[in-house]
């Protein structure tokens, strides 16, 4: 990998005035992942995306320095946001940082830093997901959004992003374009459960006031305390009139329909 490299910057030394690359291996010391990057190294050219409401294109690499002089000019190059002729290199690639992610997944994040611009300088972070993504090389390739002034966020899903030495697993949705984050939540509170918790405190509520209201206001001792009393006491036969009288209605409807019981 190295020897390769080195041979390509001789290679280009002619007509490029500064080969810049940076460490593409990393290892998560929490869970000893182990990740390298270098699959997704375009010698030959750049990786390039949009923005979500196409106002600026932005050419990216992995591993070294963009090619492309046409828009970022300048050497050491990580990022390089351009609109027509107006033109930004969000960050050197001289500076990579890599880490795990935020999130916690499988996968690489990479910071650089020292962009243009000097209150502050530009700044940009990369999440490299681990991600099946039928084939497809580099992979997914998404512009975040600027969450913060002069920060850059991507998302790069890819399975060279998956550690070397472990299967893939799952990721989560990517975020919408411009930072707003919509997290679905499965496996929680059905309805049912819902109103037996809301209903819980209610009838608490209820007979414990209800009896201190009987005790206290009206002197009642005994069963006599339980609010509503006459209504509890006739409840189980209310039900069985309402069950008599619903079963009636059902079978007469059938036997209006010329179906008679034997």
């Known amino acids: 990998m190295i020897l390769r490299f080195l041979w390509h910057c001789l290679f280009l030394a002619a ?6 690359g940076y460490t593409c291996q990393f290892t998560d ?11 997704m190294e375009n010698y030959g050219g ?5 923005a979500g409401d196409g106002s600026h294109t932005y050419i990216l690499n992995v591993c070294r320095a963009i090619n492309d002089k046409t828009h970022c000019t300048t050497s050491d ?15 050197k690639a001289s500076t990579a940082t890599l880490s795990k992610l935020d999130s916690g997944g499988q996968g690489v994040k990479v910071w650089f830093q020292q962009g243009q611009g000097d209150n502050p300088p530009r700044q940009t972070f990369i999440n490299f997901l681990c991600a099946q993504t039928d084939g497809k090389q580099p992979g997914d390739i998404k ?12 998302e790069w899903r890819s399975l060279s992003a998956c550690p070397v030495n472990a299967p893939p697993q799952p990721t989560p949705p990517s975020p919408p374009s411009g930072g707003s984050v919509t997290v679905e939540v499965q496996g929680g509170l059905s309805g049912g459960s819902i109103f037996l918790i809301c209903l ?8 414990g006031g209800g009896i201190l209201y009987n005790k206290f206001r009206l002197q009642q001792t005994g069963v006599d305390m339980v609010p509503n009393l006459v209504f509890w006491v006739m409840l189980p036969g209310l039900i ?10 059902v079978k ?3 036997n209006r329909d010329g179906y008679s019981s034997v």
Do not use: I, M, R
Not at 144 to 154: A, D, I, M
């Open 240 to 249: 069985k009139d309402g069950s008599l009288f619903l079963f009636g209605k």
């Open 200 to 207: 819980l405190p209610c009838l608490v509520v209820y007979f």
């Open 46 to 50: 750049d990786y390039d995306t949009s």
């Open 15 to 20: 007509s490029v005035s500064l080969c810049v």
């Open 77 to 91: 190059v990580a990022v390089c946001q351009y609109k027509g002729t107006n033109a930004f290199f969000l960050g």
């Open 143 to 154: 512009f975040v959004g600027e969450l913060t002034p002069l920060k850059y966020y991507f």
């Open 252 to 254: 007469g409807l059938f």
């Open 29 to 39: 010391t929490t869970t000893g992942d182990k990740y390298d990057l270098s699959q």
